[in-house]
């Protein structure tokens, strides 16, 4: 059975980084974009970042300029480096792909003190 796990996740104060990773475990062929959301608690999850098989990325205004989407195509897995982290950030962060289906991971908590 095909998974994305997600790690990297913790508590930070505000201003620190964190680095989040996120790999496969089993194979998927043909993997298009991977891609970053989170969800706060009582919020609707979000788009964080989105990186695509050339290596183009995208990202949501809140966080540009202090995130950073990266992938290795050969690993299959996808990094999140997060710096300058504000409380805002606090959330379960989900790793997302798409290949011939869309594939999640379970999440892994980010907590930002003020």
């Known amino acids: 059975q095909v998974q994305l796990v997600e790690s990297g996740g913790g508590l930070v104060q505000a201003g620190g980084s964190l680095r989040l990773s996120c790999a496969t475990s089993g194979s998927i062929f043909g993997i298009n974009a991977m891609a970053w959301y989170r969800q706060a608690p009582g919020k609707q999850r979000e788009f964080v970042a989105l990186?695509?098989?050339?290596?183009?990325?995208n990202y949501v205004d809140s966080v540009k300029g202090r995130f950073t989407i990266s992938r290795d195509n050969a690993k299959n897995a996808v990094y999140l480096q997060m710096n300058s982290l504000k409380p805002e950030d606090t959330a379960v962060y989900y790793c997302?792909?798409?290949?011939?289906?869309?594939?999640w991971g379970q999440g892994t908590q980010v907590t930002v003190s003020s």
């Open positions: 997302t792909a798409w290949a011939r289906t869309q594939y």
């Open positions: 990186i695509n098989s050339g290596g183009t990325t």
